[in-house]
């Protein structure tokens, strides 16, 4: 069955023939391809072709697809079975791990998803403050929470409809909005609404309206004010943890939040997420505190087995080190391919994460990342597509090197680039 019968199919049986938004190419325009198979830097589709991935399952596949390491460890642990409903030593092991690996978490809690973990943080802020407004920021995405949709990143950007339908007024009115990188407007903010706040939630690389990395001393002077109005500060790291740093971006910036999210990579491709943070926080929640929060297939043996191989794989010395320097040949040679052609671009990266922008500007601002030109992107994606390279399929989604990704990987990404730029200026 070739991509396009498989998509009409889909069409018929599912919302937009997908099961995530962003996947349908809606923005970029166009048919999805149907992936049949992925092994290291490459997705293979349901007709042959091989495609040069810088999606990595949105975030997740830092080690490339298929690591052999992390597809043993699951073999491994179905062996004994796919749920318990009981606890299992794998979580106390994950748990370990992800306390050791960064220093703000005292305690963790496992979910199924990265939206699970922003809903229940942003819970537990609420129950530990006793204050029910919640502070976020424009363009950035926290998964499809109702408090989250408001002004939100990602798939609800490219749609147009960043505040979503269904979505309670009275829900909405809770969550005030920021634009990301000013920290005047956020002082602002604070000095009127600073007493109702329980929380402040942000991507302290902002990964949903492309790529945007905080401005020096940006995420300190959120952390002094949340410190100030009694408010809790929430790293959103659910793309970042161990993406931009082992340590994540608070590693990365030194910036200690009193909450963190975690999803993609700390469950190594299953469906996965936490929240953790500060003991006295996390005590507050159920069954050892009053603040509920359960999941029948949480701490799953067989996603914990996944996502400990995965947090293995990363600790390797140097590993961070040579994912940098990737990213950086990439987005270096892209931006040399653009110059050459004359055409306004410009990049952004922080580690293993890369935003990419039709625009003369350095991009520092939802603003700026929205006035690039997405006409000249989408040219790109489909030039890039046709020469089997993978980007994500919308402007306003980060990329994602993996450690499989190799220097002839990059090279022949750039020599797509050379033609696709052309193709995007025409
Ligand atoms: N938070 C951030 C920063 C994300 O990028 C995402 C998903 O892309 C989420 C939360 C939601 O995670 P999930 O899609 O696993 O629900």
Same mark, same amino acid.
């Given at each position: 069955?070739?991509?396009?019968?498989?998509?009409?199919?889909?069409?018929?049986?599912?919302?937009?023939?997908?099961?995530?938004?962003? $996947?349908?190419?809606?923005?970029?325009?166009?048919?999805?391809?149907?992936?049949?198979?992925?092994?290291?830097?490459?997705?293979?589709?349901?007709?042959?072709?091989?495609?040069?991935?810088?999606?990595?399952?949105?975030?997740?596949?830092?080690?490339?697809?298929?690591?052999?390491?992390?597809?043993?460890?699951?073999?491994?642990?179905?062996?004994?079975?796919?749920?318990?409903?009981?606890?299992?030593?794998?979580?106390?092991?994950?748990?370990?791990?992800?306390?050791?690996?960064?220093?703000?978490?005292?305690?963790?809690?496992?979910?199924?998803?990265?939206?699970?973990?922003?809903?229940?943080?942003?819970?537990?802020?609420?129950?530990?403050?006793?204050?029910?407004?919640?502070?976020?920021?424009?363009?950035?995405?926290?998964?499809?929470?109702?408090?989250?949709?408001?002004?939100?990143?990602?798939?609800?950007?490219?749609?147009?409809?960043?505040?979503?339908?269904?979505?309670?007024?009275?829900?909405?009115?809770?969550?005030?909005?920021?634009?990301?990188?000013?920290?005047?407007?956020?002082?602002?903010?604070?000095?009127?609404?600073?007493?109702?706040?329980?929380?402040?939630?942000?991507?302290?690389?902002?990964?949903?309206?492309?790529?945007?990395?905080?401005?020096?001393?940006?995420?300190?002077?959120?952390?002094?004010?949340?410190?100030?109005?009694?408010?809790?500060?929430?790293?959103?790291?659910?793309?970042?943890?161990?993406?931009?740093?082992?340590?994540?971006?608070?590693?990365?910036?030194?910036?200690?939040?009193?909450?963190?999210?975690?999803?993609?990579?700390?469950?190594?491709?299953?469906?996965?997420?936490?929240?953790?943070?500060?003991?006295?926080? %996390?005590?507050?929640?159920?069954?050892?505190?009053?603040?509920?929060?359960?999941?029948?297939?949480?701490?799953?043996?067989?996603?914990?087995?996944?996502?400990?191989?995965?947090?293995?794989?990363?600790?390797?010395?140097?590993?961070?080190?040579?994912?940098?320097? $990737?990213?950086?040949?990439?987005?270096?040679?892209?931006?040399?391919?653009?110059?050459?052609?004359?055409?306004?671009?410009?990049?952004?990266?922080?580690?293993?994460?890369?935003?990419?922008?039709?625009?003369?500007?350095?991009?520092?601002?939802?603003?700026?990342?929205?006035?690039?030109?997405?006409?000249?992107?989408?040219?790109?994606?489909?030039? %890039?597509?046709?020469?089997?390279?993978?980007?994500?399929?919308?402007?306003?989604?980060?990329?994602?090197?993996?450690?499989?990704?190799?220097?002839?990987?990059?090279?022949?990404?750039?020599?797509?680039?050379?033609?696709?730029?052309?193709?995007?200026?025409?």
């Amino acid at each position: 069955m070739t991509n396009h019968e498989l998509f009409q199919r889909a069409l018929q049986l599912m919302p937009g023939g997908v099961n995530s938004p962003v $996947r349908a190419f809606k923005s970029v325009g166009g048919e999805p391809f149907f992936t049949a198979r992925a092994d290291g830097a490459y997705l293979w589709d349901v007709e042959g072709k091989r495609y040069i991935d810088y999606v990595g399952s949105w975030g997740p596949m830092i080690v490339g697809h298929n690591h052999p390491k992390v597809r043993e460890a699951v073999e491994r642990a179905v062996r004994d079975g796919l749920s318990f409903g009981t606890p299992c030593p794998a979580e106390v092991t994950m748990a370990e791990t992800i306390v050791r690996l960064v220093p703000s978490v005292d305690m963790v809690r496992m979910v199924n998803s990265g939206t699970e973990a922003t809903m229940s943080a942003i819970r537990l802020a609420r129950g530990a403050t006793g204050r029910s407004k919640i502070v976020k920021f424009e363009g950035c995405y926290h998964g499809h929470g109702d408090s989250f949709l408001v002004k939100a990143g990602s798939g609800a950007l490219t749609f147009g409809v960043p505040t979503s339908p269904g979505v309670p007024k009275a829900n909405a009115d809770l969550t005030l909005t920021l634009p990301y990188n000013d920290l005047a407007a956020a002082q602002v903010l604070f000095a009127e609404h600073g007493a109702d706040i329980a929380g402040l939630i942000i991507e302290p690389v902002a990964g949903n309206m492309n790529c945007i990395p905080p401005k020096d001393g940006y995420l300190q002077g959120l952390r002094e004010l949340c410190t100030r109005y009694g408010a809790l500060l929430i790293f959103d790291e659910v793309m970042t943890g161990f993406r931009v740093a082992l340590g994540g971006a608070q590693a990365h910036y030194g910036v200690k939040p009193d909450l963190t999210t975690f999803g993609k990579i700390i469950g190594g491709g299953m469906p996965v997420g936490a929240y953790g943070g500060r003991r006295n926080l %996390m005590e507050q929640i159920a069954p050892a505190g009053p603040i509920y929060q359960a999941g029948t297939l949480s701490g799953n043996p067989v996603a914990m087995a996944a996502g400990l191989a995965m947090l293995e794989l990363i600790q390797a010395p140097g590993f961070y080190d040579t994912l940098a320097a $990737r990213t950086r040949l990439l987005t270096d040679g892209l931006q040399a391919v653009a110059d050459g052609e004359g055409i306004p671009f410009s990049t952004n990266r922080v580690g293993g994460m890369f935003g990419l922008f039709f625009t003369r500007e350095k991009v520092d601002s939802y603003a700026q990342a929205t006035a690039a030109d997405v006409t000249m992107f989408n040219r790109f994606f489909h030039g %890039m597509l046709e020469r089997g390279v993978y980007l994500a399929p919308s402007a306003f989604e980060a990329g994602f090197l993996s450690s499989a990704h190799s220097d002839d990987d990059i090279a022949a990404t750039l020599e797509a680039a050379r033609i696709a730029m052309r193709l995007a200026r025409s």
